[in-house]
Nanobody
Framework: QVQLVESGGGLVQAGGSLRLSCAVS????????MGWYRRAPGKQRELVAH???????NYADSVKGRFTISGDNAKNTLYLQMNSLQPEDTAIYYCNLVPIPTAWGQGTQVTVSS
């Protein structure tokens, strides 16, 4: 089983940046791909970016060109660099396995003010 702890969220003005981190522990050897999901108020959780074990990345159209996903295998940590943040990026952000998530962590709140 894999355990996930997200951090790095906060309040930022539109146009600002944040970097989210996800500490991964447990059965890491079994992971083929991981991603960042988000749940905005009143909306379903969506996958915004993911990265495979080989380093291939993919992004939702809504964040393409603004968000960058990366991983540090030595630190067992997944990152999401978010630039040019907009109010519509306001959400709770979660990391998890792709395509089938495991147990969800608490997430980290990102709030973008206009």
């Amino acid at each position: 089983q894999v355990q996930l702890v997200e951090s790095g969220g906060g309040l930022v003005q539109a146009g600002g940046s944040l970097r989210l981190s996800c500490a991964v522990s447990g059965s890491i050897f079994s992971i083929n791909a991981m991603g960042w999901y988000r749940r905005a108020p009143g909306k379903q959780r969506e996958l915004v970016a993911h990265i495979t074990r080989r380093g291939t990345t993919n992004y939702a159209d809504s964040v393409k060109g603004r968000f960058t996903i990366s991983g540090d295998n030595a630190k067992n940590t997944l990152y999401l660099q978010m630039n040019s943040l907009q109010p519509e990026d306001t959400a709770i952000y979660y990391c998890n396995l792709v395509p089938i998530p495991t147990a969800w962590g608490q997430g980290t709140q990102v709030t973008v003010s206009s």
